[in-house]
């Protein structure tokens, strides 16, 4: 699942015997550990892009800002931009460079005021561009200056000329490629359909069974091999599938039930009402039994009934990004494997057991459902800083998250809901409790080596709701997407044809609903 994939599990419970915290899995630190990645990955393409330009004499830069470019005293270039490198690549990679049109907004500052734009300008007609909208204004570092705004149009191969030819003409001080995304490359591919969730299973290994000294089943050949077999049924499943029945263990149902047993005691007094009212529903259709894990089958067939999200089979953590998109489908991506036995309250990774326990039972309640869809579509398109904040919105809430209820305060996060330790400290004296406010969640330092010091506090998931669709509106974000139930498909709202089409589809529901009422009124006005 996680977060991403999720949750790291059941925190941090007890060192088994002796009660110590283990360190726990945060989503938060796999999003920033999925944007280091990132950052360096660019930065080594960047790096190998102008040692092949014979721009060996930079040092590589350590964070992924656009690059500067130095000049020597002749004047000629001693270095890419990104925006030079993308375009390389462009025109390396197809044939048409020098056909293909491209659109670019450039920004210069004139050093010798009004004079020098016509030179510009010149520049510009020579390479065949076409000027679209030109502004200037003056210089905020020196009056005696002019910046100036140009949006050009013309070839690839001609933008790259012209873009060496203004660092000589013009203090070229910023490029930005506008348009075609599969050569600019500044929004993140995201997927319009759950069929390219097939596309979005990458893992988060730093805490995988052979990798990690201190994970419990480190030790035991049995256990990975039985971990790697469960992860291959996952990667092998495609949209459509039916998923996979994983035949359990007579151990990985002890172990389910030794945590069961615990949830089951401890729901009645610490749960929130909408996931005591699910578990009920659970046990009574037989889902939710104390010898028997349930399988994704029958569970993801419960949730459709009830709020419309279904599950996908995943073989492990998966990253903040591919993790948050599935929700935006009302598609849950949920592990399989169990905890090892010598370990079964606390896990290192997303199980099953916290997924079935801390996760289904809420994803069956409409406005829990629904908030957690919202995250998922606020995250399609996100840059790598605001998916951090989204994972840090989501670890808060949906896995920590407390709540109102008749004067007291519940539970509803299903870290605490599979995690006794946590959930008993969570709902004491010992930590803080805030008012949620996604502004401020979003940059609430996680706690990973012991219990939360701070916990977040919702009046309701209607206004838990609320207030997350106000700040996400403050993203940077330059579109809105929506989910449309019918299509099964993600539509970005980018067009006035696609306001009003769904313009005249709420118009519609909104008659639907306007019968309604009136209908409801005519008996008691006969």
């Given at each position: 699942m996680p977060p991403i994939q999720s949750i790291p599990e059941i925190d941090l419970i007890i060192d088994n015997k002796n009660g110590y915290p283990s360190r726990r899995r945060s989503l938060v630190d796999d999003a920033r550990f999925e944007t280091m990645v990132v950052t360096q990955t660019k930065q080594t393409v960047l790096d190998e892009a102008r040692l092949r330009a014979n721009d060996s004499s930079l040092e590589p830069e350590v964070d992924d800002k656009p690059q500067k470019t130095e000049q020597t005293e002749e004047g000629e270039d001693t270095g890419l931009t990104e925006e030079e490198v993308i375009l390389q690549n462009a025109i390396a990679e197809g044939v048409d460079g020098d056909k293909v049109m491209q659109k670019a907004a450039l920004v210069l500052r004139l050093r010798d005021g009004m004079s020098s734009l016509s030179r510009v300008?010149?520049?510009?007609?020579?390479?065949?561009?076409?000027?679209?909208?030109?502004?200037?204004?003056?210089?905020?570092?020196?009056?005696?200056?002019?910046?100036?705004?140009?949006?050009?149009?013309?070839?690839?191969?001609?933008?790259?000329?012209?873009?060496k030819s203004l660092r000589q003409t013009a203090s070229l001080t910023n490029v930005s490629l506008v348009g075609d995304d599969s050569v600019t490359n500044k929004s993140p591919w995201f997927p319009r359909h759950a069929s390219e969730l097939d596309n979005c299973n990458h893992l988060m290994t730093k805490y995988e069974p052979d990798l990690d000294m201190n994970h419990p089943g480190f030790a035991d050949k049995e256990y990975r091999a039985r971990r790697k077999l469960i992860a291959e049924v996952a990667f092998a499943y495609k949209y459509g599938d039916p998923i996979p029945i994983i035949q359990y263990t007579e151990t990985e149902h002890k172990t389910w039930t030794a945590v069961f047993n615990t949830v089951r005691d401890l729901m009645p007094k610490h749960a929130c009402a909408e996931y005591r009212r699910v578990f009920r529903m659970l046990e009574e259709e037989g889902i939710f039994v104390a010898d028997r894990i349930p399988q994704l089958e029958e569970m993801s067939k419960f949730l459709q009934s009830h709020t419309g999200f279904t599950l996908r089979p995943a073989a492990g953590l998966l990253t903040s990004r591919d993790f948050l998109a599935s929700l935006a489908f009302r598609i849950f991506q949920s592990t399989q494997y169990v905890r090892h036995i010598n370990s079964p309250y606390h896990t290192p990774e997303p199980d099953s057991i916290h997924e079935l326990l801390g996760h289904m039972p809420l994803l069956a309640d409409p406005s829990f459902a629904q908030f957690s869809q919202e995250i998922g579509l606020a995250s399609l398109g996100a840059s790598d800083s605001e998916i951090e904040k989204l994972s840090t919105v989501y670890w808060f809430t949906v896995e920590f998250g407390l709540c109102k209820e008749n004067g007291a305060v519940k539970a509803y996060g299903a870290g605490l809901l599979s995690a006794y330790g946590e959930l008993l400290h969570a709902l004491s004296e010992k930590p803080e409790h805030r008012p949620f406010e996604p502004a401020s969640t979003a940059i609430q330092p996680y706690q990973d080596q012991e219990y939360q010091p701070v916990y977040y506090v919702a009046e309701s998931f209607e206004d838990a709701k609320d207030k997350f669709r106000r700040w996400v509106s403050t993203m940077s974000r330059p579109f809105e997407v929506r989910f449309n139930p019918h299509t099964g498909r993600v539509e970005v709202l980018d067009t006035v044809d696609k306001l009003e089409s769904l313009v005249h589809q709420l118009n519609t529901e909104l008659l639907h609903l306007a019968n309604a009422v009136n209908k409801m009124k005519a008996p008691a006005l006969e």
């Open positions: 300008l010149k520049s510009i007609e020579k390479y065949a561009g076409v000027v679209n909208h030109l502004e200037t204004r003056p210089s905020k570092s020196d009056a005696s200056q002019l910046d100036v705004l140009i949006h050009a149009e013309l070839t690839r191969s001609n933008l790259l000329l012209l873009i």
